[in-house]
């Protein structure tokens, strides 16, 4: 909604006739434009009426065309040669909305003698408005996934008005992106791919867009951060800005100062202005280039579950700092199974990359094809290992590993360090009650698997291992199952 601004600027100018009228006032001290009598005043001089200049400033401003400011980027410039580039998109589809039910029919049920016939659904058709840009003279564009999500028509509007039917050659779903292609579209201006690695925080970055339908709107900021993780996905790694971005700019490009595509125009944040991120274009490449060739994306496949090493885990384990990624699950004959990984091994690094934030695994892994072989270092209890795993292919259904299992019929609970414990059916330790500091960390139905690296399966196993712990005068590491996920927790048995 725009609102306009005119009411406040009659105040203003009321205001400003009024300081006009005090200062004409002041200088007699007296009456309202009062002259003293022992003065004359000069007599008015005559105006030129062939000179404008003396009531309004001069005939023509300073510069011919505005000036570039030393270390100032030349926007407007920028602007001109990208957004032909830049196309706006219009998706519809339908939905099936059931009528309103007749009130009687409401009040006596489906059997009232009077009701009429009933009548089926009504067909609703639902629009939405996204962004994309040109990658490809042929017609090719690349916009976000959930813009052309369950779409049925598909319209793309370019900067000159021209507007092309389009068709979805391809989606990924999980990096967020799609590929379209025009139909009937030939010679149209395409961008440059940029290198979103060597964007810098605080540098100036340009997003143009389609928000709330305002087509070809241009906004400026600067890289606010970059590895960014919202949550989105299991390949976060988002570029913050604080160029505008609203509804309808979602799969618009990020541009640098040169005018290259840096970036995927993707979220916001909810709560915050100024507060939004976009998919650096490097990750995106190559995807496209498989949506093009194929219709999909294939991505190799470790075969584990891990997670971030948080400052405390990084303790637990006798770590300096937090680095790499945690192994809490390894798939049976998997690839890193037979590499040679096991639960509770620690990765630092992909190829000689070194992992400093556990999520970049998944990034790294997701790079290489199924098939292709990867160099790993991994540690365990305090020593370095390496090796090679040769990639399976990641399925669109691998969500995780294993599920909880219930308590043997047999079992009797037994209660330690503030858990009640009884024996698991598929392996583990069932956790039952839970109380004291534990409450925090552990939940009931919660299956412990191994303290400290050792696997255990009775809970005097579990009591031995946390008093170990304690009289050591340290926290253990706990490696747990919940619901159809295994992760690591800490508990601190000293109290």
Known sequence: MVKRMSEGRVGARALGAAMVSVLLVLPGCGHRGAVPSTVTPDPAPPVAATSPSVVFGQVAPPFQQPPVLAGMPDIAALADKVKPTVVNITTSSSALVPRMLDPFEFFFGPDWPHSGPRLPPNRMERRALGTGFIVDPAGYVVTNAHVVQDAEDVSVKLSDDRTFKATVVGRDERLDIALLKLEGAQGLPAVVMGDSDALRVGEYVVAVGNPFGLGHTVTMGIVSAKDRTIGAGPYDDFIQT???????NSGGPLFDLRGAVVGINTAIHAQGQGIGFAIPINQVRDSVQQLRATGRVERGKLGLVFQPVTDEIAKAMGLDRPYGALVAEVEPDGPAAKAGIQP??????????????GSQLARMIARN?????????WRRQGQEKSGTATLAALE??????????????????TLGFGLSMTPAAGGGVLVTEVRGQAAGKIQPRDIILAVDGQTVSSPPEVVQAL???STQNRPALIRIKRGGRVL???LDPRG
């Open 242 to 248: 604080d160029a505008s971005i609203n509804p309808g």
């Open 344 to 357: 509770g091994d620690l990765i630092t690094s992909v190829n000689g990359e070194q992992i400093t934030q």
């Open 369 to 377: 094809a199924p098939g292709s072989t990867v160099r790993l270092t």
């Open 396 to 413: 669109s259904d691998d969500k995780g590993i294993g599920k909880a299992s219930p308590s043997r019929p047999d079992a009797k609970p």
């Open 467 to 469: 008093t170990r712990a």
């Open 488 to 490: 690591f927790v800490v």
